[in-house]
């Protein structure tokens, strides 16, 4: 087991991680599943130069990818997205099909595994709605980019996906907090590669500035089978509109296609809390790629509390 401590942060906090081996762990099924096409943006290819943690810089070349979103209301508790088939990709953007549906294993919080929490006690009064990454891509915080799908087939129908009591909203600051869990299965539904991000967060109502912001990260990778982190660069940031704790991670498999390098991007996963209570995820997926063909990834949106 390796514990990470990174300190180049956005805000001086302290960015709380941890990375490690996991079991063997399979696939399991959705309850009330709906096959769901998700809309996303082209983020084109890129050569990108990222701090490996020792003062020297790594160079990254990233395909083309695309970007999904998701999001959880107050009430809502936990979604699962899975995509099936490849990404396709047009003039206008890019979608895929996932199967949405509610986890019947419901991935544990960092913290439970292990993991610090970092908390930061006061938020920037920033209203920036825009944050721009060590890669130079602009994180909107607090905001949607426009194409998170309508999951309310998923809710509607669930007692499990709505079973939190929803705390009315009388103007007096609560506290939220969720995660994002980024899962990737091989061609048997073993799972390979494991992001798991932590937010928490103190909010009122939209129009008054989120005040508090708290995060965790968890990694792993499945080395038996040849997967290994290659790289790995969190970060987090609060301020007014939200709470957003993202990260570029990296893994590579050098056999695991034919004896073809196979990398999995995590570039970036977020996920982010909102003046209104919103829980909100965001991922990118390979456009392309014949390896990557053979590999599901699963994306994971849970409300710890609401």
Known sequence: ?????????????????????????????????????????????????????????????????CNFEMMLKPGQNHVEARM??????????????????????????????????????????????????????????????GNAPDLSAVFDSSNLAVSLAVSPLDASPQFSSGYINGIVYDLIKIQVTYVNLYVGWVWTQTGTCVTNGSYSQYLTDYWPTGWFLASNSPSEYTNCNGVVNYTYALFDNPTFCAQTPTLVYYWPIQVQGWQDGTLYGNFNWIIGGLCTGLLTPAYQLNRSVN
Request: charged letters at 10%.
């Open 1 to 65: 087991m390796r514990i990470t401590l990174n300190w180049t942060s956005l805000v001086l906090v302290l960015s709380a991680s941890l990375y490690a081996q996991p079991e063997m762990k399979s696939l399991p099924p959705l309850q009330n599943t709906h096959r769901i096409t998700f809309k996303g943006l082209v983020k084109p290819a890129q050569i990108a130069h990222i701090p490996n943690g020792t003062g020297a810089v790594t160079s990254v070349n990233v395909p083309d990818l």
């Open 84 to 145: 099936v088939g490849p990404v396709r990709q047009s003039n206008t953007g890019c979608e895929a099909d996932f199967d949405v549906g509610i986890p019947t294993v419901i991935q544990p919080p960092p913290q439970s595994l292990g993991a610090p929490v970092s908390t930061l006690s006061q938020a920037s009064s920033s209203t920036t709605s825009t944050l721009t990454t060590i890669t130079g891509d602009q994180i909107s915080i607090g905001h949607s980019n």
